[in-house]
Structures are given as C-alpha cells and as structure tokens.
C-alpha cells in the first residue's frame, strides 16, 4: 500500500493536513461530502472502510432484503467521486490499531498510515442475545449488505424464520422477509412493538399491518435458547413453547464499535466519549456517527449521524460549530402504514392527551400538551403534520391552534376571479 502520496501544500500555500477517516459508512460520507465543500484543499483525505463497496444507504437495507429494490439503488457516490475530490478510498480493509505516539493507524495486518487529524467513524456492531445456541448456523444479524445476502440465501433455502426484536429493525425485517413468501414469525419481549416510539394504540395498529403482511407477531416472548445439531432448527421459549426455525434474525438492539478507540486509550462511555465540537480525549481525533456518545447520549439513527458530521465538517474548515445533541423522531412506514412519533410517547401525570381514533380506517393521533406545549406526538395512518410536530416540540414555543396539527392546516379557498 502507498502511503507516501501527500502534498505538501494547499492552494494558500499552507500546509496541508493528513486526514484519515475510518469507517466508510452513512456519517463518514456524510462528512467527506461537507468537507470537500468547506475546506476543500486544507486536507490530504484518506478514508478506510471494512466493508468491501464505498458507503452505501443502510437505511435501504430491509427494502433490498424484501426485494423490492437491487443493490445498485443503494449506493451513494460512486468511486470517481471520491477520486474526483482527491479522497483516497480504501474499501474491504479495517483499521485495526491506532498508534496515538506515532500518529498512525495500522490497515488490516501491517499497511500504516500516518494522519495528522484522524476520523472514528466506525458506526455500531449487532447484539446477539448471550443465550444458548446464538452462534449457530442460521443465526443472522441485520446490519449490513453482507448480513442481507446471508438473510436471503437461507431465506431461498430454508422456509420458517423466526426475528427476534420488535423494533424498528426487526419489524423491517420480518416485513422483508414475509415479502420473500418466508413464513415469518417476529418475537418481541416487551408487551408492545417499538414501546419506545409507540404508545399501546399506535403499537397495536402496527401490529395489525404486520399480521396483514402474513407476520406472526408473538409478544412477551423471552427467548431461552436456539437449538439444533448442526444449524438452527428450532428456537425455544422461556414459557417452554417450541417454534420451528431455519432461520434466526437476530435484531435485538446495537452497541456502538468502540473497540479500537479503546485499547488506543480513548476516553470511552457507552460509546467514544466527544465534546460539542465532537473531538475526543485526544484534541487530534474526532467521533461521528452510532460510535460516538455526546453529553450521555448514543444515538442509532441517521439524523444526529448527519448532524455529528456536519458539525466536524464545520469545525474542521474553521467555522464555529457546535453540537447540542439531537431531538429525536421516528418516521417510518411499516408495511405501508406511516407511523410518525416524537418526544414523549406516553402520557405523564401532569400532561394532557389529545387523541383522535378512527380504528377502521387504521387512523391515530395523540398529542401530548403541558401548559399549553407539545410535549410528544404519535400519529400513525396520516402523518403529515409530522414536521410542524417535531419544530413545535424542538422549539418549546406554546401551540397556537391545536386543530391545526389534530386535522391539518386548512387549504386556502381560491380567490374568486
Ligand atoms: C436495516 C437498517 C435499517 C435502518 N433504518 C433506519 C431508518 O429508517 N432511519 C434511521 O434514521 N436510521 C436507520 N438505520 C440506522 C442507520 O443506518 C444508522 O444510524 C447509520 O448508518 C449510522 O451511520 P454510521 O456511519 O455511524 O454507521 P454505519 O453506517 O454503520 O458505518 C460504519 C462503517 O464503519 C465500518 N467500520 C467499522 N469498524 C471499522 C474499522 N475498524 N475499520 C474500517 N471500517 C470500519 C463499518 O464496516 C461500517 O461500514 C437503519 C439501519 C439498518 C441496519
């Protein structure tokens, strides 16, 4: 590997920096594309990634595992424009130590590359349930395209599948793989799906789309253990219930790849510790994305991930940046049905709920108010005062006229001519 190209200066004559970013994934694009916009020039960009394409869009994942998509339609920028912008991309390589007293990182086995400012953008890895039988054959997270041809070939082989987690991921890929005509069953611990962004009425819609998509959703289900002699056959219960199985989807939560941040001596938390401008213990290392823990808080979402890189991407050019943390919302659709909530989800003692049900037309709507504030919001069926909503709750500022985001803003009549 050549690790000597590196132009002295830019274009003002300054010297330029060496840039390494590792991890090629959502934030990492995300913020080469803010760089080469900011401070395009400044920096001697070289960008590692473990996965063997360059960045592609994860969020597409369950719409390529359900085959309604191809892989060409996740892709972000194609190489020539990582070339274009002078990025030095390295694909299906992971870095695997940072030396902080050499400023260096070490590629695979013995490939280093020096950096001057270095980039962990490394993202989240997969919880497996520390139950017996997780490492069986068969037994799959959902994380990235390698993990979706693995679904989708046992899928092709094999008939009854079980995904364990009634989160946003599994319930993507149950839907994704019911689609595929796999009988389907998804698992979920707690009494309802996505408790943390439904309440039990939206949580119940949800699961009657699902069961309309041919997915058995089995709730309060404690997974005791997988089994099978040489590959997944069965999965067993707390309860004692047996379910056949050829295939485990394993979609119980993330944790943040913190591991080499680690034993390079990094302050860690939950994730890899940043401060507002998202730099590190180390004033020359920086953090984006699912890896980095802001003010107590990871994040599993695209949103804060853009706005971590958009803030270093500021920074790095010189321009004040700071990151607050990000308010968070969900808006998805599961098997066709838009579901939308932000902030609270359930309803505390001192608010007040305001809910519009219509169950026959699959419609719901709660607003949560305190002194004349929204608080949370659930809706699911029609969502489109999803962004009024969330500004609303960001702001803290008081609501004019509920009506207006129960029914929507009314359309302007025509003037007459
Ligand atoms: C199926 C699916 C559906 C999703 N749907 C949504 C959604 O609807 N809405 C939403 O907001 N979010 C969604 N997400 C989450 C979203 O994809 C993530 O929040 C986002 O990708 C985070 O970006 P990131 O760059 O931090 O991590 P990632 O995109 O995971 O990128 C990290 C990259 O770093 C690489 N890497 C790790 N270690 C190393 C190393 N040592 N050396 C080199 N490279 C390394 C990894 O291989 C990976 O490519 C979904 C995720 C999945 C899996």
Redesign the pocket.
């Known amino acids: 590997m050549d690790t000597s190209a590196h132009e002295a200066c830019d274009e003002n004559g300054l010297p330029r920096e060496r840039l390494v970013v ?7 694009l995300r913020f080469l594309e803010r760089l080469t916009e900011g401070s395009s020039g400044r920096f001697d960009v070289t960008c ?4 063997p394409t360059a960045a592609y869009n ?2 597409l ?2 719409s390529l595992l359900g085959g309604e998509i191809d892989e060409a339609a996740c892709a972000f920028r194609g190489l020539d424009w990582y070339e274009a912008h002078g990025i030095r991309l390295i694909t299906g390589a ?2 695997t130590r940072i030396d902080r007293d050499k400023g260096l990182v070490v590629v695979g086995e013995t490939d280093v590359l020096p950096f001057d400012k270095l980039v962990l ?4 890895l997969p919880i497996r349930l520390p139950k017996p039988g997780m490492d069986l054959p068969g037994v799959i997270t ?3 395209l390698a993990d979706v041809a693995a679904i989708r070939r046992a899928a092709v082989q094999h008939a009854r599948a079980v995904v364990i987690g009634g989160g ?2 599994g319930l ?1 890929a149950a839907v994704g793989l019911a689609r595929l005509g796999v009988d389907t069953t998804l698992l979920h611990v707690m009494d309802r799906l996505m408790e943390r962004q439904l309440d039990h009425h939206a949580a119940g819609l949800v699961k009657r789309a699902m069961e309309a998509r041919g997915v058995r959703v089995v709730l309060e289900a404690d997974t005791a253990r997988v089994e099978g002699a040489t590959r997944v056959e069965r999965l067993v219960l707390a309860d004692g219930t047996v379910l056949q199985a050829d295939l485990v989807v394993m979609s119980v939560g993330v944790r943040p ?1 913190v591991a ?1 941040a680690q034993a390079a001596g990094l302050e860690i938390g939950r994730g890899i510790k940043v401060d507002d401008q998202m730099t590190t213990s180390d004033p020359r290392i920086f953090a ?4 980095a823990e802001h003010r107590g808080m990871i994040y ?4 804060p ?1 853009y706005e971590h890189a958009d803030t270093l991407a500021r920074h790095l050019a010189g321009q004040p940046a700071g990151y607050s943390g990000t308010a968070l919302s969900t808006s ?1 659709k599961v098997s066709g049905l838009p579901v939308f909530s932000a902030g609270l989800v359930d309803t505390p003692e001192d608010a007040e709920a305001i809910v519009l049900s219509d169950p026959g037309a699959g419609l719901y709507r709660k607003l949560l108010m305190r002194d004349g504030k929204l608080i949370g919001a659930v809706f699911v069926g029609d969502i489109a005062e999803q962004g009024a909503c969330k500004g609303l709750i960001r702001s803290g500022d008081p609501v004019e006229n509920v009506d207006d985001l129960m029914f929507g803003r009314p359309v302007p009549e025509p003037l007459a001519a």
């Open positions: 590792v991890g090629n994934g959502m934030a990492s590692v990634g473990a996965e994860r969020v994942l369950s992971p870095v953008a490394v993202g989240s959902f994380r990235d946003l991921l993507e790849s080499l984006l994305g699912e890896c599993g979402l695209v949103e991930a998805l």
